[in-house]
């Protein structure tokens, strides 16, 4: 089945530990997204990539960064972890932008800052 | 930026009772969706409805649009213990750079 896949489901890191976390798909879709979502909150936004093109939201600070080696994977890459970037962090996928398509989201990777 | 508040925060209710959960915004948009997110899971689309559009099903799901009162609402009908889950309305425009802005959800919990 088409899907989007991220791994690890569950990642603990160490204050300042630099962590690396991945999405995959396999649904060919143009545009993947980073989502962080605290508890009882809504996803927030990090960054997007529009085929190889990065679009950064303003709020997102700069130790989150990603990588989008080819279509089918994408990365968050976390260079010194807090405690407050302990959360769930979502992949999503679309077809072209949201003003027209649906996303598909991923599991989520839960990351734990000790 | 937020731009969904949906009401109410949480609702509880008995299998079998409807449950009516509702989305407010604050500008023009192309579309808004409803997502469904189970506890520490990701999000599953449910239902897409266009600015043009008044109203959409899919089995048990009615969304209905209201976009002169800049609001949505969505409607699960005869709800069963595995609809416990939060629900999220999310709006897309082209000014918002086609990114989805997600409201703060409501927490749906049906007891069997």
């Known amino acids: 089945d088409a899907m989007v896949i991220q791994n690890p489901r569950y990642q603990v890191t160490q204050f300042g530990k630099p962590v690396t976390l991945s999405c995959s798909q396999t649904?060919?879709?143009?545009?993947m997204y980073w989502y962080q979502q605290k508890s009882s909150q809504a996803p927030k936004l990090l960054f997007h990539?529009?085929?190889?093109?990065?679009?950064n939201e303003a709020d997102t600070p700069d130790n989150f960064q990603s990588r989008r080696p080819n279509t089918s994977f994408c990365f968050l890459d976390i260079r010194s972890p807090g405690l407050g970037d302990a959360a769930m962090y979502l992949c999503?996928?679309?077809?072209?932008?949201?003003?027209?398509?649906?996303?598909?989201f991923g599991p989520g990777t839960r990351l734990t800052v000790t | 930026s937020q731009q969904g508040e949906e009401d109410p925060q949480a609702l509880s209710i008995q299998e079998g009772e409807n449950a009516t959960m509702n989305c407010s915004y604050k500008?023009?948009?192309?579309?808004l969706q409803w997502y469904r997110q189970n506890s520490g899971r990701g999000l599953v689309h449910l239902i897409l409805?266009?600015?043009?559009?008044r109203e959409k099903h899919s089995g048990r799901l009615r969304v209905t649009l209201d976009t002169s009162k800049k609001s949505s609402s969505l409607l699960i009908t005869a709800s069963r213990a595995a609809d416990t889950a939060s629900y999220f309305c999310?709006?897309?425009?082209?000014?918002?750079?086609?990114?989805?802005?997600f409201g703060q959800g409501t927490e749906l919990s049906v007891k069997p």
């Open positions: 990539y529009y085929d190889k093109d990065f679009n």
């Open positions: 999503a996928t679309s077809r072209g932008g949201s003003s027209m398509y649906e996303q598909y």
């Open positions: 500008t023009s948009i192309n579309n």
């Open positions: 999310a709006t897309a425009s082209y000014n918002q750079g086609g990114k989805l802005i």
């Open positions: 409805i266009r600015s043009n559009e």
């Open positions: 649904l060919n879709h143009n545009v």
